[in-house]
């Protein structure tokens, strides 16, 4: 350990106070940059998620307890590494009744398939793929995944979700206990299995952005920044990990500027008696504008790539698209509707789903009129969803069909999950006309 | 190589065609399976593969006790059982998965895939 040996001085320097700080922030900051790639590589080399786990936990306690005396390694993310496989290796060596057996199995499962891409595969893509790997339940996915490739802990988790930690425990323990049993592999999917396995991917990400965006649950804050930003961090690495070029990396990209624009404006979502507010009535000066500079500039880059016969945009990208169109605009009023109405043309086309054609009306009510826009969510068969009565309810509003609307808030404030939407439904509804009386 | 149990279900009660609306459907499944089978064993996955009598002609067998119990019937009371199943051996999940889709589609089937215990496995089911 000579690396350590060299900043003991350093560190028992008089001003350890102050270094003790930055040992913290060292830890912090390599737990957020290194994790996934310890994780990641002790699997590799062990071909055992589980062993990969507690190796990766060991080597961060192993820090701990020894950055703060022997001084930050200069580079935190080899150390942990080593730290991890040796931690793993002794913890082979402990239950190695059946040593040879097993190490040999290991390394057969870890080079079970060549690489079909010709390339170094970054053992973090590997993890992700596994994590996300479709014979697991999506709750197993996400949970993995936070677990795995963000370094969420158990706690963490089962807090964000609103469950207890015996069950997000429960989950990763099943799921790593199939990935074993039905040997689901740890690489990169071929080629051809590419793009679907990368939209199980972004699903799960995008998933765990929603729910933070728009929290479900009485007692919720409803925006939960830490999901947004762990969705956003765990994007941005995929981003990284998977550069342009590659089969399905701009819906990557896509993906990674429709968080951003989202995220971008979720200063200004949320009143201050914590109301929901909507797109047209938000202050758009409190909108980050960093953000929405990163999201247009990926979203142009798109556009550029589909303009040079790249493949047709997939939906993150036109949902991108379609924020990118709302966060150009300075006012509402500058809002360029009829090219949000031909992205969500754009859309339906590849997810002809009840909920692509509900926002598209709420598109078409701004190029056509209520009434046309009225006519399309009547079709609709999504009398379970909340926002199909909060959008008819306004709708209807418009109209001045007041009775009627009246009747929608109230069916969508009963379905409303979020605290916020349900604060600003029953505004609105308090805003019509009392009722007639019989 | 881990071995693969792909199992398929249907329905308890067979009609004539073995569970297939026609006797032409029956038999184009059964051109396609087979076709599947030999592409299987060309391929080397193959280990074995047959379907079931209905699950109405099965026995169950206590021996446990100092006589055999026996009893007509499934162990299980289910609407749909166990009619077919393939054992393969495939490198990993992803293998076995893309082989089962093809299963699926050539019995015209929803197949369950399950693996078998591995050396691996089995010796640390025993060292726990």
Redo the contacts between chains.
Sequence with gaps: MTELSEHAEQASSPVAGSRSVDVEEAITQAHCQEWARVVATVTRRFGDLDAAEDAAAEAFAAAVERWPHDGVPPNPGAWLTTTATRKAVDRLRRES??DE??RE?SLLFDD??PEPLGAIEDDRLRLIFTCC?P?LSVEARVALTLRMVGGLTVPEIARAFLVQDATVGQRITRAKAKI??????FRV?TTQ?LPARLDAVLAVLFLIFNEGYLATGAGTEPIRHDLTAEAIRLTRLLHELLPDGRDGSGEVTGLLALMLLTDARRPARISATGELVTLSEQDRGAWDRDLIEEGHRLVRERIAAVAAGGPPPGRYQLLAAINAVHTYARDARDTDWSQIVALYDQLVRIDPLPVVALNRAVAVAEVDGPDVALALVDRLPLAGYHAFHATRAELLRRLGRSEQAREAYGRAIELAGNTAESAYLTRRRSQLSPPRTE | M?TYLLSVYGPAERNEFSGYPTKEDLLRSLEDTKAFNDKLAAEGYFVFADGLEPATTATVVDGQGDQPVITDGPYLEAKEYLGGFWIIKA????V??RLAAEASKACRGKVE???FH????F??LL?S
């Design positions: 009744r059946r057996k097993h199995a079970a398939a790997h014979a074993k049993a039905a040997r689901i592999p999917p299995d | 881990p490198p990993d999940l992803d076995a998965l895939v399950r693996s591995t050396e691996e496995s010796a640390a060292g």
